[in-house]
């Protein structure tokens, strides 16, 4: 579902039986499908394969007793479980009702946020299914279809019904692969009942979700019992595929005057009408309550005749109405309630509210100080609305075309709006976060806040005899040990870099700046620096830091060199990378070197000028750290980490993504040399001289040897 997540419960009494023809247990399952299907308990038993669809049903005919659902106990008992020591899913008894669980978490630290959590995002859900009653047999399954994002199940015909927010693409329901049915052991994963997948090994963890609280069965062999997983769902067999769609928001009330569903499937005939539907009782509740023993409000009930798919009932409803509604499929002309009848799920729709909705919030903006940024927004209001444009602060600036520099349009399409802001000639007071708010006569609404970031420099440490920041920006660095005089040096190219610091007679002179966030504006970033390393280890260990930033906030960013001379990223959260071994840095040599980190994610390096490797998920923090210029880190002893051992000149930091063509210009600017900016590029798979070109020279060298032959025999070369 969206944000707004809705638990949606309807109880009934029981399902025909000309369900059991389709599946003992689950209606619409075949029974031959089963995973698994066991009628003794097991522990811990191997017995399915890996889950590869994200759906599962869990099925059990049981009979609990007192001790079982006793609220007196703090944890939880198993009742059928698959899964792994972290990942996996299954029904067991908490508080005296069946709870179906489902966790995906290798390290085993997720658990639900209450009985009631339909949220996955955080690795875990937990859906209550119905009461379980002592001593008496009972049967119970659960659906859960992940991509779907519903959940659906029944205790002996009453049934349930959720809408699941928070699917990423995947889940491990089948952990391991081992089943745990009632369990003949206690005492959690050390000889307990089975891996216990859907629990936890969180000590933060509260009792009824950890695995060292779980327990089995009091006697669980007594009257039947059987236990059914399928690697698959089927809500079809109730009505279904209801428009508008279950847990839609912003439903235009002018645009939707009707309920529409296809009527339950035939068990036995999958994709037909089941054939003993003779109407379809409709009920509309203004209010509703998943709790039986809260009553809900019916709005409008109807009845309408069997017929053809889609059917549709004629309603409607006002701005800022949410909507609960159920169908209840008629069998055999009996009345509405009668136990034959087969009830669906409850499903619900948010009307589009009386206040603005927002379709679409400004993105992010930045550019070169003096140019003009643009950030646009678009919302739906059924009545007239105005719109500001507000700069976040303490205090907050609602922006005035007063200002020569600002300037606002939009249009109006009936309800549909657009507004734009337009900043001319930008500079770092502009830099901040921007909110379009727009308000009507029943109320206002913010959008997601945009940023709008100025491109420049941030930081350059020229290193002339001493560590100011030369950017204006005002991050000076202090050394850890103040540099000898003889450390200052000739840099690259003294007549154009001034001088540089050698770290050889005392690598600790490397140091570090006051915290700040490049990229905090513009999610991009550019390191560059002319380093000429000397071949020797850090004092501090196998890499060496070049610029990296990490502190309080965590680990920013690792610019460094390994102790063979391999540059190498990395963040927080992504595999380290860096070049190829055939561009190591070369011993006592002067090299440009260069990491960017685009906006999408990508993640550039360069040496001399050109690109030496490509990462596509790199993305630096935006946290607030020192920087470390030569160096890693800090220690708890306040010493620099890692320091690296050559001669530094020229370090800079742009808050943006220099191009290929930037990063080879200030190469050449200093060296006077060309640059193959791309010497990997498939463009030059057949620069056979190696010159960055492909030319005739290049096809002169290929046909030098054409005609040449070792085949043999030697008839096989005859062309």
């Not at 099925?59 to 899964?83: F, H, K, Q, W």
């Not at 791309?678 to 030319?695: A, K, M, R």
Request: hydrophobic share 35%; aromatic share 10%; proline share 6%.
């Amino acid at each position: 579902m969206n944000a707004k997540i809705k638990l949606l419960t309807v109880l009934f009494t029981c399902f025909i039986a000309g369900f059991a023809a389709a599946g003992d247990i689950v209606p619409g399952l075949d029974d031959s499908t089963a995973e698994f299907d066991y009628t003794t308990p097991t522990d811990n038993a191997n017995a399915i394969v890996v889950n590869t669809t994200y759906k599962t049903t869990f099925a059990v005919v049981c009979t609990p007793s007192a001790d079982d659902i006793s609220n007196s106990y703090s944890g939880s008992v198993v009742v059928l479980e698959n899964g792994g020591t972290g990942n996996g899913s299954g029904i067991y008894i908490t508080n005296g009702m069946y709870v179906f669980y489902a966790k995906d978490d290798s390290s085993a630290g997720a658990y639900p946020s209450g009985m009631y959590d339909t949220d996955l995002s955080d690795n875990s859900i937990s859906l209550p299914i119905g009461a379980a009653v002592a001593d008496t047999e009972q049967t119970v399954y659960f659906s859960y279809d992940a991509p779907a994002g519903q959940g659906y199940g029944a205790v002996d015909g009453q049934a349930v019904s959720y809408s699941v927010t928070g699917f990423d693409g995947e889940i491990d329901l089948s952990g391991s692969q081992t089943v745990t049915f009632l369990g003949t052991h206690e005492g959690g994963i050390a000889g307990g009942p089975g891996n216990l997948g859907a629990m936890t090994g969180n000590t933060e963890a509260p009792n009824i979700y950890h695995v060292d609280s779980i327990r089995t069965f009091t006697d669980p062999e007594i009257g039947n019992i059987r236990a059914q997983i399928f690697y698959d769902v089927n809500f079809d067999v109730l009505p279904n595929d209801p428009s508008p769609a279950n847990g839609e928001i912003d439903v235009d009330p002018d645009a939707v005057t009707q309920l529409q569903f296809d009527a339950a499937e035939d068990p036995a005939n999958p994709g037909s009408v089941n054939p003993n539907i003779t109407g379809h009782f409709v009920t509309v509740y203004s209010s509703y309550s998943p709790d039986p023993n809260q009553a809900s409000t019916v709005d409008y009930e109807t009845f309408v005749p069997a017929g053809s798919d889609p059917v549709t009932v004629p309603y409607t409803f006002q701005l800022g109405d949410v909507i609960y509604w159920q169908v209840e499929e008629q069998i055999s002309g009996a009345s509405k309630g009668d136990s034959a009848n087969i009830p669906g799920p409850v499903w619900s729709f948010e009307a589009l509210p009386a206040i603005p909705v927002i379709d679409s919030a400004p993105a992010d903006a930045a550019g070169f100080a003096g140019e003009t940024l643009s950030m646009t927004c678009e919302f739906t209001s059924k009545s007239p609305a105005n719109v500001f444009w507000v700069k976040a602060g303490d205090p907050e600036i609602i922006l005035d075309e007063s200002d020569p520099d600002i300037t606002f349009s939009g249009s109006q399409h009936g309800d549909s709006y657009v507004s734009t802001l337009e900043v001319a000639n930008i500079e770092i007071a502009d830099q901040g976060e921007y909110v379009c708010r727009v308000t009507n006569a029943d109320g206002s609404v913010d959008t997601a806040s945009a940023k709008l970031g100025v491109k420049r420099t941030i930081g350059y440490w020229p290193l002339d005899g001493d560590y100011t920041d030369a950017s204006g920006e005002g991050h000076d660095a202090d050394p850890n040990v103040v540099p000898q005089p003889e450390q200052w040096v000739d840099g690259v190219d003294p007549a154009k870099t001034g001088q540089a610091l050698d770290t050889v007679p005392e690598p600790y002179a490397a140091a570090a700046t006051e915290a700040f966030a490049p990229a905090a504006y513009t999610n991009e970033m550019t390191i560059s620096l002319w380093v000429k390393w000397s071949g020797d280890e850090s004092p501090g260990g196998f890499w060496s830091g070049l610029v990296s930033s990490n502190g309080d906030n965590g680990n920013n960013w690792f610019f460094e060199l390994s102790a063979n001379g391999q540059l190498h990223a990395n963040a927080p959260g992504y595999n380290p990378w860096g070049n190829i071994e055939a561009d190591n840095l070369t011993p006592g040599e002067w090299a440009h070197v260069a990491l960017v980190n685009e906006a999408g994610e990508v993640g550039k390096m360069y040496i001399n000028g050109a690109l030496v490797a490509v990462d596509e998920t790199y993305q630096v923090s935006k946290a607030e750290n020192p920087v470390y210029l030569m160096c890693e880190g800090m220690l708890a002893d306040g010493t620099l980490d890692r320091p690296t051992v050559g001669v530094f000149d020229e370090i800079k930091m742009y808050n943006y993504a220099l191009t290929g063509e930037e990063i080879a210009a200030e190469y050449y600017d200093i060296t006077g040399e060309t640059v193959c900016a791309d010497p990997y590029s498939p463009d030059l798979q057949f620069d056979i001289n190696g010159d960055c070109e492909v030319t005739l020279a290049d096809f002169a060298m290929f046909a030098a040897d054409w005609g040449e032959c070792n085949l043999l025999p030697s008839s096989a070369c005859d062309f």
